[in-house]
Each structure stands twice: as structure tokens, then as C-alpha cells.
């Protein structure tokens, strides 16, 4: 019994202590694609995005994303990657980052957000998906390493087969709980970084829970991978009263006014 203590303490020990660093404050993690690959990896599925969604070509939009982006990542802990932002044209509510860190925005996203704050809560919990290296880890798994292999190969049919499969039209790659919950801790952590009040996400957040209760079928296929819920919004607020007192730059801007006023039209 002596033996089986003193083997098991360790052991338990160990857990606790690997437990604690399993935590959704550090962006460490094993992955079996380099920092290298999954650049080329992001360049390759850019292009076949680019082919399965209408990405909007619009100066004033195009200027305003880039704002928007450059500003977060003036507060995300790692920035590995050339990101880049662009608006797709679709009515879903919908935001997305591949690889490598294209990101993509909706203009339904666009019109739903009441705010430049609301957008770019949204904003920021994708790009920490990147940041966080989610995508590569979830393909791995999915698919495979050796599928992944054969795309940075310069496997044309996988390729676009997997682009469709995850980041298409009616595409899904669903991220665990624990990345989601990642992305949003992170997410907060950036925007009050930037100078975004992070309580945009939670409006926002509530905004589609109600949504959701009344008419589900607006809410699509973004907020069925990330659910309202009450649960994640409170520990989102939670986060959020951790942080020390700080004033922000205004939620909306005339910029933001504009380009929302645009999309309305498209
Ligand atoms: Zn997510």
C-alpha cells in the first residue's frame, strides 16, 4: 500500500500541477505544424476562400477592417503571422480566421453590431483563435497530419476540399469548448489591450441570445459553433470585472456609421 501511495502522490501531483498549466491564459501548446507551414498553409486556403465567397472590394470598407484589425493586434501576446482583414459579402451573421491569420468579417456581421466595439469583440475572439494556433491543432486532429502533409505538397483536390469542408459557404470547423472559451479570455484581454471596452462582447453576446430565443433561424451557422449562452457570458463578465478600471475610446465611430450605412445597401 506504502508502494502504491508513494507512486501515486506524484502522479497526483503531476495532474494538479498540468492541470494548472492547461489553462486558458497560456497560448503554449503542442502542434505538429510549424509556424512555417501553417503560413503557407493560410496562403494556400486564401486563395481558395477567395474563390467560395464574395470578398467585397470597397476602399472606405477595406479601410476601416484594416483599422479595426491593426488595432487588436496592438494587443494579442504573439503576432506570428501577416494577418490580413477583409469583408465578404453575405447576410450571415457570420466572422471567420484560417490559418495564418486571414481573417474574413461578414457584412452581416457588420450589420448586426451596433457598434465599432461590437464588431471588433467579434474580431478579436477570431483572431485569437490564430493566436492561439486553434485551426492547425483542430485540423491535425480532424484530418490528419499526413493529409495536411500532402496540401503543403501542393495537393490541389484536398485542398479545396478541405477549404470547402471547414471554411465554405456551409463549411464547419468546430473548435472544442476549451478553445472557444480560450478565444474569448483572450479576446477580452485584447480588446482591453487596444483600448476596446470588452463589455462590447457582452452586449453583443446578449443581443443574440435574445435573437436566438426569437427567431433562431437568424442566428447562422457562426452562433450555432459559438453559442450565447448564458453560461459564456458570465464568465466572459467575469473575466472582464478582474480587470483594472481603464477608460476607452468611444464604441462607434462616424467611420463605422458609414461603413455600416454601405453595407446596408449591398
Ligand atoms: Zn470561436
Given at each position: ?26 497560448i ?78 461578414n ?47 501542393g ?36 480588446m ?10 457582452v ?44 477608460s ?19
Amino acid at each position: 500500500m506504502w508502494i502504491l501511495k508513494r507512486l501515486l502522490f506524484p502522479v497526483l501531483m503531476l495532474s494538479i500541477v498540468s492541470g494548472c498549466a492547461v489553462n486558458k491564459s497560456s497560448i503554449g501548446g503542442f502542434n505538429l505544424i510549424s509556424v512555417d507551414e501553417e503560413k503557407q498553409l493560410g496562403d494556400k486556403f486564401a486563395v481558395e476562400i477567395e474563390k467560395q465567397h464574395k470578398v467585397l472590394n470597397d476602399s472606405e470598407v477595406q479601410g476601416f477592417i484594416d483599422g479595426v484589425g491593426k488595432r487588436l493586434l496592438a494587443g494579442v501576446r504573439e503576432v506570428d503571422f501577416p494577418y490580413t482583414f477583409q469583408v465578404v459579402q453575405d447576410d450571415s451573421i457570420n466572422a471567420f480566421a484560417i490559418p495564418g491569420g486571414h481573417t474574413y468579417v461578414n457584412t452581416g456581421l457588420i450589420k448586426a453590431s451596433d457598434s465599432e466595439t461590437e464588431l471588433a469583440a467579434v474580431m478579436a475572439h477570431e483572431i485569437n483563435h490564430v493566436v492561439a494556433r486553434h485551426s492547425t491543432r483542430q485540423m491535425t486532429q480532424r484530418y490528419g497530419y499526413a493529409l495536411i502533409a500532402s496540401i503543403l505538397l501542393g495537393n490541389q483536390g484536398e485542398l479545396s476540399k478541405l477549404a470547402a469542408d471547414m471554411f465554405g459557404k456551409a463549411g464547419t470547423l468546430y473548435y472544442s469548448r476549451e478553445m472557444e472559451s480560450q478565444a474569448d479570455y483572450l479576446g477580452v484581454e485584447t480588446m482591453y489591450k487596444a483600448g476596446y471596452n470588452p463589455q462590447g462582447m457582452v452586449t453583443f453576446f446578449n443581443k443574440l441570445e435574445a435573437t436566438g430565443q426569437s427567431e433562431p433561424g437568424r442566428i447562422s451557422k457562426y452562433f450555432s459553433t459559438h453559442p450565447a449562452t448564458k453560461e459564456r457570458i458570465t464568465s466572459i463578465q467575469e473575466e472582464i470585472s478582474k480587470l483594472p478600471p481603464k477608460s476607452y475610446s468611444p464604441d462607434s465611430t462616424s467611420e463605422f456609421s458609414r461603413v455600416k450605412a454601405k453595407t446596408k445597401n449591398l
